[in-house]
């Protein structure tokens, strides 16, 4: 009888919990190792350090999951950004409460587009069952893909809550009723990001209060499936403009994500086709490397000395760092005007607060005839800014203290402030479902249930606006930050900040106590 052998394959592993699977670093960890990713080696050593402090105090983990490498060097400088805000929100959320549990900040990367992410979400169901892990929350998510879809999808229905901290795309979302009560297509799933329609509509509203309605108008979209793009194409066309009506929408086809294909010679076509036309506004649903060069080829094409308004999605706030010094030259006209400038709903801005505030107190004391005193000033502006003059220290001892994160956080692209107020947001939960017993930790169940509650008298202070979630887990009327960049005369170009826009056309209420009437 013949003997039949099985030989056991280990897995090749890139560190503790991180498997390679055909070139990538798939899987967990919590002990420093930065898959590989020079660019996030400080700020992934910073995090262990902070692990260790409170590894003999109680605490829970919570997993930050995003792809965490790329061939491409901008990429890598926003994944530095967004762990930079993970590791000061858990800081934060550490010393800031005084109270348990403590955090235990993970990374997981799965993979290029979350395509491992099956792999990962195996790893986190097991962290989550373990009493030595505790897994009580996943974060982080920054593309609205299909695999980001099904890794939410199974997390929460294994009851694992999760904060998203980037996601745009309305299909990775809750529905919100207007009798107060939800349909939860993902149970404990929280977003602290407007969806694409809310901040097409507080695009929106915010240039109808600027006078800007007579515009001709133009949406130009990606037809690659792409939660993102969809969403983006789909509240841009809801829009109702008032102005005279612009060409037909225009469509192109991109090949991924990061990937040009053939959309440059696509884009020559699409920008003759709207100089033909009178529009001087593109809506323009399309991820960020597609938007640069739609951007230079509209430049770059002869329309009849006109300057165009390209205005687009969150997405568009990585913008900045690919764009050269050619390429903001080519941007201009041979008069040195612009010829193109990018508008598009940030989800915050550093600038924000101060320039509102400053604002308002101008028109409050012109109505007034005497300035405003600290209880006149408008919660919604005054406690962000707070939360940002702490945050602002907190990265000023961090530097102090000599902690290395791989460069000073740069606030401007809103990453570091937006994953920040993500742990923020989960660390009030874990605090608020705290039992009275510190040794016993909450349960997943208890963590998610608490989502609901953030608002009113539990609202979150964050950087980028109070956070107050619905019944659904989504943010009520989250402000966007309206951002301009703008070429210049010369030089490198500028991101500006020009104002604030409102989903619902007003800021929130006070105590941002939800009024279930203006749900949509």
């Known amino acids: 009888m013949a003997l039949t052998t099985s030989l056991i394959r280990k897995p090749d592993t890139c560190a503790d919990g991180v498997e390679r699977i055909e070139g990538e670093c798939v899987g967990v960890n919590g002990e420093g190792y930065d898959f590989g990713t020079k660019e996030i080696a400080d700020v992934a050593r910073a995090i262990a350090r902070e692990n260790e402090r409170i590894a003999k105090q109680p605490h829970v983990t919570v997993a930050m999951m995003l792809p965490l490498q790329s061939d491409r060097e901008a990429l890598r400088r926003q994944m530095r950004s967004d762990l930079q805000g993970a590791y000061l929100g858990q800081r934060q959320a550490n010393e800031g409460e005084g109270e348990p549990p ?15 992410q099956d792999k990962v979400v195996d790893q986190l169901l097991r962290m989550a069952a373990s009493s030595e892990d505790r897994l009580r929350a996943v974060t982080g998510f920054n ?23 980037r996601i745009s795309g309305d299909r990775i979302a809750n529905e919100d009723r207007p009798d107060g009560m939800a349909k939860l297509r993902f149970p404990g799933l929280a977003r602290i990001l407007p969806t694409n329609y809310d901040a097409a509509q507080a695009l929106a509203n915010f240039n109808g209060e600027r006078g800007r309605r007579n515009l001709r108008t133009v949406l130009v979209y990606d037809k690659r499936p792409d939660g993102y793009n969809e969403s983006l194409a789909k509240a841009f066309s809801r829009i109702e403009e008032k102005g005279p009506a612009g060409p037909a929408a225009m469509s192109f086809e991109s090949p991924s994500i990061d990937e040009a294909g053939s959309t440059g010679n696509q884009f020559t076509q699409t920008a003759n086709n709207i100089c033909d036309s009178e529009a001087d506004t593109v809506y323009f649903a399309g991820r960020t490397l597609h938007l640069r060069i739609f951007a230079l080829k509209l430049a770059q094409v002869g329309c009849k000395d006109r300057h165009y308004t390209i205005v687009s999605g969150s997405d568009a706030a990585s913008l900045r760092q690919d764009m050269t010094d050619k390429d903001w030259a080519r941007l201009r006209g041979a008069d040195g005007r612009p010829k193109v400038t990018v508008q598009y709903a940030a989800p915050a801005h550093p600038d924000a607060w101060t320039t509102e505030l400053k604002a308002w107190t101008k028109r409050w004391t012109a109505a007034h005839h005497r300035k405003p005193a600290e209880r006149d000033l408008p919660q919604y502006l005054t406690e962000p800014k707070a939360a940002l003059d702490t945050l602002r220290k907190l990265i000023d001892a961090t530097t102090n203290e000599g902690t290395k994160l791989g460069s000073v956080p740069a606030l401007d692209d809103s990453r570091t402030m937006l994953v920040h107020d993500g742990l923020l947001t989960i660390g009030k939960a874990l605090h608020q479902a705290q039992k009275s017993d510190p040794e016993t930790v909450p349960s997943r169940e208890d963590v998610g249930r608490q989502w609901s509650l953030l608002q009113s008298r539990h609202r979150v202070q964050a950087t980028s606006g109070l956070i107050c979630l619905t019944t659904g887990g989504n943010a009520y009327d989250k402000p966007a930050a309206i951002v301009e960049l703008d070429p210049g005369r010369q030089g490198p170009g500028t991101l500006k900040f020009v104002g604030l826009g409102w989903p619902t056309g007003k800021p929130q209420p006070k105590n941002c106590v939800i009024p279930s009437t203006s749900l949509p």
Not at 145 to 163: D, Q, S, Y
């Open 143 to 165: 593309l609205s893909l299909a695999a980001t879809e099904a890794a939410v999808r199974r997390l929460t229905e294994n009851k694992i809550p999760v904060l998203a901290a």
């Open 102 to 116: 403590k955090i235990r900040l993970v990374l997981a990367n799965p993979g290029q587009d979350y395509g491992r």
